[in-house]
Every structure is written in C-alpha cells, then in structure tokens.
C-alpha cells in the first residue's frame, strides 16, 4: 500500500477444460476426420459429461484501500460443460480471514461483480458458454467483498493474517490427483501485516486453464504483478484441498513431475524470478500445477498468494502452437540496465503451420513502459522503457503469443526480466586512515544491489570480508598500506578509488632525548643523541630553553649550533600516531665562559680582638 493504485489490464488465453463430442454438421471430409479423432480423444481421457465438474482454477487477492479496510477478490473460472457457479454463502461464495496471533476466526461471503467468456476459439466457432450446441466454453467470474479489520487494530500488526477459500469439487478430468472429483479447490493468502501494514497482494495477469499439444514444448507464465513494486518469487507447492489439506497426486506425478513428460521428475522447470513454467509434455492428461507467489520488500517476505493451474494436454491435430522469441530474437528472456538508461528491444513471434498468422500481447505489468506491435504474418513486439531508481531490482512482465489455429487456438506464455541496476556513481574508499594493529575501512557504497571488493594495492592487509565497505583488515605492514574499492555497475562499467593505511609500529619506544652536555665557550656546537623514531613514526627537536639551531630537527643525532652560555634545554618529541601517541624527553647542553686569572685581593691586617674579615676576591665568570 504505497502510493497511488494501478489498475493494470490483462491478457487472457484460455481453453476449456472438459471436452465434449463435436457435432457433425455437414462440412468437408477432412473437417469431419478431425472432428471425430478429436471427440474420440477426448472420451478415452476424460470420460462422459454427465461426470464433468465445474471447478477449474481461480486466485484469492486482495487490494488495501484504507488503514484495516482490505477489497478481497475471488477469480474464478467454470468449465461451462459443468454445473452452474457458485450461488449463495453456502455453496462456494463463504471464505475465512482469521489470524491466530489476534484471535480472529471471520466468515464472510462475497458478491458477484461480474462475468465474462474466456474460451479461446476462433469466430467460427459456437461457444458451450452461450449455447448447448458448443463444444468448448470457459468463464471467469469475480468476486469481492469488503473486509474490514478495525476490530483488531488493537492486537498489533501480526504476520499471520490468511484469507482462504474452497469449493467442491474439482474437475473430474483431472488425471494428475487421486480422486479429483471428490477434492476441493483450495485458494491461500496469506498477509504480514507486521511488515507492512497496509500492502496489496500480487495480482494475475493470465487466466489458469491453459491447453496445450503432447510433444510440444509448454510454455506457461501466471503473468503475476505487484503494484506496489515488491520483488516476487514463484515456486510449486503439491495442490491444496480444505483446510490447507495436501491432495495426493495420481501415479505417475509428484511434486517434481506435476506434469507427465518424457524428461521425468525434475523436468519441469519454474524460473523463480519470471514465473515460467516449461516441460515437453509426452501423454495426454489434465494436470494441476500450484503456484505460490510470495512478495518481499527489503528483503523480508510480506505475503503470498496462490493458484491453481489447469494444464490440459492433448493431441493438436497437425497445428504446432506459436512461440515468441526473447529478448532481440535470442533465446534469453533476461536484459539487464542501469537506472536512468532508455532500454528497448524486440520479440520476435513465429507458427511452423502454413497459412497461420500469430498475435502477441502482454500484461502490462511494468508501469511507464510502452510495447507496440506491428508485422504480419507473425506480429514483433518492441518493447521501451527509460528505468529509475525506484525501478532497482528485478522488473518482470508476460507474454502471450497465439495463432488462429481453429477450432482451439495454440498459445504459449512467456516471462520477461528487465533487470535495473543502480546508477553509475564514482567509488569512494573513504579518508586516508592512521591504525596501531588493525584498521575498520570507510569506504561508501551508494546502493547495497552493487557489488564492491576491496584488494590490496601495496603493502600488506587481511580483510575480514573484502565485500564489505566497512571491513576491518588485520596484518598491516609498518608504514604506508593502499587498498582500492570497486564498485561493479554492470553494465554501466566499473570505477575505482584508494585508501591509505599508515600502520604505525607499536613496538616503537617512549622518546628518550639522550645524556646532558657540557662545553666550554668559544665551543657553541654540540651532537644530539636521541633514540630513533622508526617510520612513520616523526621524531623532532625543539629550543625549550637558551638557544640552538639544529641542522636537521628530525634527525635524533642532528648537530645543534649557535649555543650560548648558560644552560640550553632541548625537547626530543615521538609522535607515534595511535600507537602511544606523544611521548617527550628533555636534555639539557651547559655551556661555560673560559676562566680569567685568580685575584685574591689585597692583603688586610687586623688588631686583636677581632677575628674575621672580609674577602675581596674577583668573581668567577
């Protein structure tokens, strides 16, 4: 919930997913062939009618549209050869809000909005939707409701927040879980309102009953957005039934194969980043496939949503199903740019069938881009946005290609990654430092998504994690240590930026100015005999007292000059940076006048008594 709220429109591509016996009016031989291979196929996998259920996928989201108030919406979607959709609160329209941390256990009931036809044939065909004659017919219904949450506004903002929903019963044709028609559909979000507290869900921009052709790569994508730019990450999780129950798979699938296919387990893939899901399917089957869609924002997971994925398999009678390029005509579907750089490139569609012509939309899931379509007879789509900032991350969108393949159109989905890397900004590594051992580097690193390393230029240095802007490094040599930090900005290049390390020796002794001195005038000179200031450490001489001037004041053995008579007291100071500090030690240099000859005096008499006189002796000097 930040900010202004998007309403982002969809692409639907859909197939329905209980099939019956086509009718056979009078048309040409070869249409009447495969009309009958087509309902024969279609007995053999999915039995008779009288069993078909009517559930065949949907999604449970929900939009922040003030502080507690929450707009829940239900998509979900009919196979119109079943019963009819849910009516009332007790035939599918109830769901439940609870959160265990605040007590709440809530049973509300949604309202219709609306519903649309979604069957994905060609104009020649009669939809089973809107007549008994049709073969083919899907809806999608919606649901809402308006929650409010004030009641708990006093209980905190827990993480443990789930809107749930279920109806019986799935769709009989399932074949890739025990005992489908007796299996509800069970839809799951979940909300941590402790992070955040007033978020919207992810959102669909693909309806889940895709069709698709044995021996044809299947390519699928949910088309899941975030209005509020959170990062999404998609995985499978085994198919739910009430109460968040798991539901077995059938023999022959698993977690690891929700889809029969002739690579085993494992062989279907889901890329975690775009959504989409690939496997070359090898028998004819009705799958399920449960997303889960989980957001993060900062780094912590905010919520997550789920739905159920039909996937119908069966034979496409001679047409191969379109396909879509990635980005510029290659096989990556993943470009990356900086924030600020205009980015555009094509996608490129095309349909093995002669005489087939290829359409190709997307879901609009990255706000401020444009993608135009142009072509024929297979349309190219080109793609432009100019990133910011506030783009920084993983910025994905789908793709649907179809063809006009009749009476079922072929279609496959496609995921699309734009990822934006932060600005270049020139590297900073920092002041210059001064350490006694050990030193923590203050280097700068603008934007956490950009790599930076520190290495050693000269001297010596261990860092604690050269990834780290304020690592500390151990093992400094004595004297002057360069490291440079690099910053990573592809693809907008690299820059780098050095620190100096001046390590003092700790092992450096207290100052110590050397003995006292004596001379005698006309003599005025004298030799210093400090102790030593090793590197970096500076050793200096200062006049404390009488006067002196020394021929180099760093030098612990410089020559003084120019003393006078008298005492002349010198200061040998030892700034061994935060080793010790400042130490200090004085020596004093004396200097005498030459001695003159003795005068005693003239000589004196006295009378007795007196006993004592005075003495007229010349002062010494």
């Known amino acids: 919930g930040r900010g202004v709220r998007r309403t982002l429109p969809t692409f639907r591509w859909f197939m329905a997913s209980t099939l019956r016996v086509l009718r056979t009016p009078v048309l040409k031989t070869r249409s009447i062939l495969r009309n009958l291979v087509v309902a024969v196929s279609a007995l053999l996998l999915w039995g008779s009618e009288a069993k078909a259920t009517h559930a065949v996928g949907g999604e449970l989201t929900y939009t922040c549209v003030g502080v507690n108030q929450y707009l829940v919406t239900l998509k979900f979607y009919r196979d119109c050869n079943g019963v009819a959709a849910p009516t009332n609160c007790n035939n599918g329209l109830g769901f439940n809000i609870s959160s265990a941390h605040c007590g709440a256990n809530i049973n509300e009931c949604l309202t219709l909005q609306g519903v ?9 065909e009669v939809d089973r939707c809107t007549s008994t004659s049709g073969t083919y017919g899907l809806e999608e219904y919606t649901f809402t409701k308006l929650v409010n949450l004030n009641a708990y506004a006093n209980c905190g903002n827990p993480n443990d927040w789930v809107f749930s929903w279920a109806l019986c019963c799935r769709n009989n044709a399932i074949t890739s879980l025990q005992n489908p028609g007796n299996q509800s559909l069970y839809l799951r979000t979940e909300m941590n309102r402790q992070a955040v507290a007033c978020n919207n869900s992810p959102q669909f921009g693909t309806s889940p009953t895709p069709y698709y052709c044995i021996g044809q790569q299947i390519n699928y994508n949910p088309g899941a957005f975030d209005i509020d730019g959170d990062s999404l990450a998609y995985d499978l999780i085994q198919p739910r039934t009430t109460n968040n129950a798991t539901i077995p798979f059938a023999a022959g699938y698993s977690l690891t194969q929700p889809i029969r296919n002739g690579g085993g387990a494992g062989a279907v893939q889901v890329n975690p980043i775009t959504g989409t899901l690939t496997c070359i399917p ?17 780094g912590v997971q905010i919520g997550s949503v789920t739905r159920d994925v039909q996937i119908v398999v069966r034979p496409c009678l001679g047409n191969t199903s379109p396909t879509a390029s990635g980005v510029d005509g290659t096989a990556n579907y993943t470009t990356t740019v900086c924030a600020g750089t205009p980015v555009s490139f094509t996608i490129s569609t095309t349909d093995l069938n002669a005489g087939q012509t290829t359409t190709i939309s997307w879901n609009n899931a990255i706000p401020g881009a444009t993608f135009t379509t142009s072509g024929s007879p297979f349309q190219t789509a080109t793609f432009n946005w100019t990133p910011t900032i506030a783009d920084i991350g993983n910025n994905t969108f789908a793709v649907q290609v179809g063809d006009n393949a009749c009476p079922l159109s072929g279609s496959n ?15 900073n590594a920092g002041p210059d430092l001064q350490s006694c051992g050990n030193v923590v580097l203050q280097a700068q690193q603008p934007y956490v998504q950009t790599p930076g390393q520190w290495t ?10 050269a990834n780290d802007q304020n690592s500390q490094v151990s093992g400094l040599s004595v004297g002057n240590n360069v490291f440079q930090w690099t910053l990573d900005y592809a693809p907008c290049g690299t820059t780098s930026d050095q620190v100096t390390v001046v390590n003092f020796d700790a092992g450096q002794q207290s100052a110590n100015a050397g003995p006292d001195q004596q001379l005698c005038l006309p003599s005025n000179s004298a030799t ?7 590197a970096p450490a500076v050793g200096q001489w200062n006049v404390v007292q009488g006067s002196g001037a020394f021929a180099n004041a760093n030098s612990p053995t410089t020559t003084v000059t120019g003393l006078v008579a008298g005492v002349n007291r010198f200061r040998w100071s030892i700034n061994n940076g935060p080793c ?16 003159g000859n003795a005068n005693e005096g003239p000589d004196q008499s006295i009378c007795t008594p007196a006993s004592s006189v005075q003495m007229n002796a010349s002062a010494a000097t």
């Open 456 to 465: 050693v230029v000269s001297g010596s240095g261990t860092f604690s994690n």
């Open 116 to 124: 649309q036809i979604i069957t994905p044939i060609c104009p020649s």
């Open 413 to 427: 989905q496609y995921g699309y990654t734009v990822v934006v890397t932060p600005p270049f900004t020139p590297a």
């Open 580 to 595: 010790i500090g400042v130490t200090q030690d004085d020596v004093i240099i004396t200097v005498y006048s030459p001695l």
């Open 528 to 534: 210093l005999a400090a102790n030593t200031a090793n």
């Open 282 to 298: 090898n028998v004819q089957q009705v799958a399920v496939v449960t997303y889960r869609v989980r957001e993060f924002r900062n």
